[in-house]
């Protein structure tokens, strides 16, 4: 079992950042990716990015060039630092890692408004 445990959402106006955070625990020597996904209301849930053990990293075309997901393997835990913030970034944040099994985290909303 993999326990996943997201912070760092919040109300942040257009252009605006925020970092999310992915804390990993349990069954961790058997992940192999890593990622964030959104999903807003009324959409599908999306891939945001992903990074694997090596550190390849795989970014969704609505996000290239303004989000940037990143690990740290000591503190078990991915980011997602997300700048020039849109609309249409409003969604919640789900954290998932691949082993044995796909793992989701809870969920943190983020919301960009004026």
């Known amino acids: 079992q993999v326990q996943l445990v997201e912070s760092g959402g919040g109300l942040v106006q257009p252009g605006g950042s925020l970092r999310l955070s992915c804390a990993a625990s349990g069954s961790i020597f058997s992940i192999s990716i890593m990622g964030w996904y959104r999903q807003a209301p009324g959409k599908e849930r999306e891939m945001v990015a992903d990074i694997t053990t090596g550190g390849t990293t795989t970014y969704g075309d609505s996000v290239k060039g303004r989000f940037t997901i990143s690990r740290d393997n000591a503190k078990n835990t991915i980011y997602l630092q997300m700048n020039s913030l849109k609309s249409e970034d409003t969604a919640v944040y789900y954290c998932?890692?691949?082993?044995?099994?796909?793992?989701w985290g809870q969920g943190t909303q983020v919301t960009v408004s004026s």
């Open positions: 998932n890692a691949l082993s044995r099994a796909i793992y």
